[in-house]
């Protein structure tokens, strides 16, 4: 057995509005080794840099919680990214 037996595990990352448009999809499946909200956020910036900039001001949810760059993110888990709402 070989480690190309091994299925990768990667993350679901949900984008919203005009960061989906953008992307041109409304998820991104991304491998995932493990890391923090703040390695999310620059993995999604890789992997669809027409989106960078507004992911930067964006806010993250992991499940259903929001999550600080400093949180943990498991591979299998849902994340967010949550773009900022103009006007108000």
């Known amino acids: 057995m ?3 037996d091994q299925p990768t595990a ?3 990352v949900a984008l919203f509005a005009g960061m989906a448009e953008l992307a041109g999809r409304r998820t991104l499946e991304l491998p995932w080794k493990g890391g923090t909200v703040a390695d999310v956020v620059m993995a999604v910036q890789t992997a669809c840099p027409a989106i960078g900039p507004l992911v ?3 806010a993250v949810a992991v499940g ?3 999550a600080s760059p400093t949180d ?3 591979a299998g888990d849902d994340v967010a990214i ?3 709402v103009s006007g108000g």
Request: proline share 11%.
């Open 2 to 4: 070989n480690h190309h």
């Open 10 to 12: 990667c993350i679901r």
């Open 56 to 58: 930067d001001r964006s």
């Open 64 to 66: 259903a919680s929001y």
């Open 72 to 74: 943990v993110v498991q």
């Open 82 to 84: 949550i773009p900022p």
